[in-house]
Each structure stands twice: as C-alpha cells, then as structure tokens.
C-alpha cells in the first residue's frame, strides 16, 4: 500500500497532494527540491514495533511501507542495508567517550551507503518503465546506481568527474555499465548529466533533484534507531558532500519521532573536509551556500556545489546539533586509526566523521559523557590509492628468521 500523502517544496512550502511522482516544485522550478510526505497517522498503525520485531526481512526493504515505493520487485533486489551497528571498545577508549557505535554502511553491495538511494532509483525507474538510469557523481553513487541497475537488467550511463577513485571507475564498468569520464570536476560532470538526461529521456537518479533518493537514504537512521531498541544515541555523526546524506539521517529519525517510535531526534553532526566545506561557512557566517574548490582526497564530499543545501542545513538546525571541518590530515589519520581499533576500513569520505568526532570533543561540542553513533559511508578498498597514505608500506623481507626476529623486533610483536 502506497502511503504517500504528498510532497512538500523545501523552498515555498507548497504541498502538492498527487500520487504522481514530481522532481521538483512546479512554482520554485529546480531548486524547489521536493520532500515525501506520508500518512503518519496510517503508518503508526503499521510500523510498530511488533511489526519490527516479527520482520525477517533484515534488509533495507523492511522499511517499505515508508520508503514510497510498489513493493513488486524488492525480492529480486540486491540486499541493501541493515549493515552491522558496531558497539566500539577500543575507539571509544582512545577518544575517552563513554558510548560510541560505528554505523558501517561500507559493507553494503557496492560498499557505501549510496547503494540505499540507488535501490530505490532502480526500483522507481523500473515502475516509471524508463529504459535507462543515469546520474552524475562523485563515484559511489555511480557504482551504485550501476551495480543495482546490472541487477535488475536496466542499462545505465554514469557521469563521474575525472578525479574518480580507481576503485570506483572499476566497479562501475565492471558491473556493465556505459561510463561517461568527464574532463573536469564534479560540477562539470553534473552539468553535462542534467543535458544528457533531458535530451534523452532516462530516468534521473541525481540524488538531490530526485525527492526518492532520500527516502532511501533515511533507511540508515531507521536501522540505527531499530538496532539500538529504538533509544539512539544522543548524537549521530555523517560526512557531508551534496547533503542528500545527511537530509536523510535527519529524515529517517524524524519520522521515527513523528510514528512515536523514538522520543527524540539525535543531534547531528555534520563533518566536512577543510579542503571543500561549502556548508561550515555558510553554517558559521549565517549565509547562503558559496560555490567553493573541490580540494579534499575525500573524493566522495569534495562537493563545491552541493545540490541539495535546504536538506542538510535544516538537518542540523532542526537537530540542534552542528558543523564543523577537519583537514586531510586528519581525515588520512582517522583511516589508520579506525582500522587498527576497530577492523572497518573506510574511505576517506567515509571515515570523516571519526575525524570530526575527535575534533568536536576536544572544542566541547560534543561531551564525552553523550552518546554517539559515526556513520561510515563507504569502504576503503574503494580508494586504494588514498588508502596507501594512511599506511607504512613494509620492505621486502628476505627469506631469513633471524631477518625476521630483527623486523618482528621493530614491530614490537616478539
Ligand atoms: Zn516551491
């Protein structure tokens, strides 16, 4: 059953109550990014915790009844989500916080949280019988959106900016699909998508304009909320790029809220790198978003132009939670120093969030007395390159024990 009640225009507020899948506010045109609006009332009756606890379906497609899809074909999908929820022991104690979970969505079909929102474009391009998916992305979209289309047999055409992760390029053609290496950054490689898309016909998965995305997205704070007996932690930590992420994190808790499944919407922390924080000066100054350079390894949110700005600053307004940024440095640091305590290996991008964590609590932002979830949006492997940074790279070690015993000597293991 399709509980849509309508959408909302982030801009105008307009609401347009139609079944008919809109992209963006007929008045405010391609900025008026639309929300999915539901009948909470009618799902309170549905999604309750009797139905969580008797629901087999460990995926993201438990969710359904909230996701605003026909729920045809999800058993012919891929399984997206209900990614592990790690209880930190060693990270925890290095950071001196008393409660700390690691959300680790890099384990995902193509390993980053991006596969929630192309699940749900594959499922809506199949219900819209459109004959191709295309989007443009900074890389993990694209190797999602092209591993869930290559499940489900619909051809795809992927946009990426030339800086793309070998990891992702790879991923992308391997799983099919016809791939676009645009000679320019991120914003080049929108652009030329948005032409594309319009002049052919396929269907848009760019996750900003498409209000679907987000319903997909949200489907992580559904799984944190659910895995911790719907008490979350007091704050839930997310890199940010285009914000459609975190505009996700922030819907999925809300609606929890609105169900009555929870009794409070976490703080959220909104985590950007120094080299492309387009929402930390906006945050900070109290303006609108600036254009700003794409300089950051983390390829995933070196966002200059983030296309879905209304979503992400209400997120942390309306969560009274925060913004802050960390240099690369960090971000490369905090790749070793969640692999070494608590085995998950993230990106850069994906891995931000610890960076930003251990800034928030040495400015006080957070306390280490609350709790706090970090959402690890994408796997390392992706980015193997970068990965390399974060690493000592051991010599070649002759055949030898006594050689060995002197380098095992170094390491501190005998
Ligand atoms: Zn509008």
Same mark, same amino acid.
Request: aromatic share 10%; net charge positive.
């Given at each position: 059953m399709n509980y849509i009640k309508g959408y909302r225009c982030t801009i105008c507020g307009k609401f347009f109550e139609t079944q008919e899948a809109l992209l963006t506010c007929p008045d405010c045109g391609e900025k008026g990014i639309l929300d999915v609006e539901y009948d909470y009332e009618a799902l309170k009756k549905v999604l309750t915790k009797d139905y969580f606890e008797k629901?087999?379906?460990?995926?993201?497609?438990?969710y359904a009844p909230i996701?605003? =899809?026909?729920?045809?074909h999800i058993d012919e999908m891929l399984r997206i989500g209900w990614t592990p929820l790690v209880k930190s022991h060693n990270l925890s104690k290095i950071l001196g916080i008393k409660e700390l979970y690691v959300k680790d969505d890099g384990l995902n079909p193509s390993g980053s949280s991006k596969d929630r929102a192309s699940g749900v474009a594959v499922l809506k391009a199949i219900e819209a019988g459109a004959k191709v998916i295309s989007c443009s992305s900074t890389g993990n979209a694209a190797s999602s959106c092209a591993c869930h289309a290559a499940h489900m047999g619909l051809p795809a055409v992927i946009f990426v900016p030339k800086r793309a992760p070998i990891g992702k390029l790879t991923q992308i053609s391997l799983y099919g699909a016809t791939l676009v290496i645009v000679d320019g950054d991120y914003k080049a490689a929108f652009k030329l998508s948005k032409e594309a898309i319009a002049k052919h016909g396929w269907y848009n998965r760019n996750a900003a304009i498409n209000p679907f995305m987000v319903e997909g997205k949200k489907t992580v704070s559904l799984e944190i909320a659910e895995q911790l007996n719907f008490k979350p932690t007091d704050w839930v930590v997310v890199s940010v790029g285009d914000g459609c992420t975190i505009g996700g994190v922030y819907k999925g808790f809300n609606e929890l809220f609105k169900l009555g499944l929870i009794d409070r919407v976490p703080r959220i922390l909104g985590v950007q790198s120094t080299g492309c924080e387009p929402f930390v000066v906006a945050a900070k100054n109290h303006e609108p978003l600036k254009e700003c350079d794409e300089n950051t390894i983390a390829d995933s949110i070196a966002?200059? =132009?983030?296309?879905?700005p209304i979503k992400a600053l209400r997120a942390v307004e309306y969560s009274k939670g925060a913004w802050i940024s960390v240099p690369d440095e960090e971000i490369i640091k905090a790749m070793g120093l969640l692999g070494k305590t608590e085995g998950i290996f993230g990106e850069p991008a994906g891995v931000t969030g610890v960076a930003g964590l251990a800034k928030a609590l040495k400015e006080g932002i957070i306390k280490k007395d609350e709790s706090v979830t970090i959402i690890v949006t994408g796997n390392g492997l992706k980015d193997p390159n970068n990965a390399q940074k974060a690493i000592v790279k051991p010599d070649l070690m002759e055949p030898n024990i006594e050689k060995l015993d002197i380098y095992l000597k170094e390491k501190g293991v005998i």
């Open positions: 629901n087999r379906n460990y995926s993201m497609w438990r996701m605003g =899809i026909k729920e045809d966002v200059g =132009i983030p296309r879905n």
